[in-house]
């Protein structure tokens, strides 16, 4: 136990997700449990991952949530284990929850996307059909997230829209979707900046994004068949959406090759998303969770081929030319493959805590916690 590395995960305490501060002291060893001498509460060392109060040994919970991330059935893993289906469903609840915190953290932060492209899969439910859509960019082969609606709206385009701006900073940018025309509609209304006011009343006006390339792949089918795909750009010269193919891909032209590979990576490994199985998910939130699950597995712990780097000089000890990439390490995101038990063991810190906004001056008190904790 090292209370160097940890910090206070209470959300009242001023000095909330910030570690080697002194703050943190081991309160009971034989309990794993630390204590914060701001506030004065204490936490178990296992408090805010998935383990928090499981009496199943990590390995196995480890091991179980691999088997479920790489499309291994619930009932197989029910019969495997001789456990309970419901304890594996409240396992696959909880490890969802932890990656979607993890993804949050680590992927929703804005960078220099380059291009993205976004795309959406129907799920079958009982007696209810519903829409996943997901963003993915395309350079680091990265998943940016994704929503799951029981309609193909406005609403679920314009939440993943959100996702996309949450990820990007005011750089060229290239978005490859399909002939869905929400998406330029929805685009072109979160892509947009507020203008200075010069002290006037009222709402601001809103600029549009310099950069913003928007490109459609439309198909036209016969019978289930694809008989002519289109390539159209939307919005933005073609010299510029080449030289952003040609930065981020490599080669080749307008798609959404790369998203419609990962929806069948996601449809290969989710067995809720398996078309004729009867394995299928029964509410809206089992499949996000799963999808969160399966999505942060794919950026962190899955080593991509297309992203391996060749070896300057020679071999290593093992005998590799090639250096192996995930998604994540590709994206600048981390220095190497995070395995499973990493991931759900990974402390998410809660924002830094922020003074109270008051009238006047603040007391003595609330300006020392300001002097130590926001400095």
Known sequence: MDPQTVFCPNRTCPARGQVGKGNIGIHSRQERRYKCAECGKTFA?????TFYRLRTAEETVTLVMTLL????PLQAIVVAFGLDE????DWHARAGRQCQQVHEHWVEQPRDLGQVQADEVWVKLPGLKVWMAMALQVAPRLWLGGVVSPHRDRG?????VGKIRACALPRPLLICVDGLSTYVQAIRRVFRDPLPRNHRTGRCRLQPWRGLYLAQVVKQYAGRRVASVTQ?????RRRAVERLIQRTQGAGGINTAYIERL???FRARCHHLVRRGRGLAHQVPTLEQGMYLLGTVYNFCTFHRSLRLRRRGRPDRAGHRWQLRTPAMAAGLTDHRWRMHELLTFHVPPPRWTPPKRRGR???ATAALVARWCT
Request: glycine fraction near 14%.
């Open 45 to 49: 060392a296992r408090s805010g991952t």
């Open 69 to 72: 991330a790489h499309g291994c």
């Open 86 to 89: 419901r304890t594996v469903a």
């Open 156 to 160: 679920l385009i314009g939440r993943l």
């Open 232 to 236: 159209r750009i939307v919005q933005g």
């Open 263 to 265: 929806n069948a990576t």
């Open 362 to 364: 603040p007391a003595k």
